[in-house]
């Protein structure tokens, strides 16, 4: 389920969706993430970094 999600709230923001406004830009950009995801991103980026990333 959390791939399905991830992938909706993917398409959602991608660079591609027009229909962001300009005002949006800066909000979208403020956000921050909880540090216990911030440290899961930094783990992940670390290993597909080295290429043992996983499916």
Excluded: Q
């Amino acid at each position: 389920m959390a791939d399905v999600e991830s992938g909706i709230l993917e398409r959602a923001i991608s660079a591609e969706n027009e229909s962001w406004s300009s005002e949006a830009a800066p909000a979208i950009l403020a956000s921050k993430l909880a540090d216990a995801d911030l440290r899961r991103a930094d783990e992940l980026a670390a290993k597909a970094r080295t290429g043992a990333m996983t499916d």
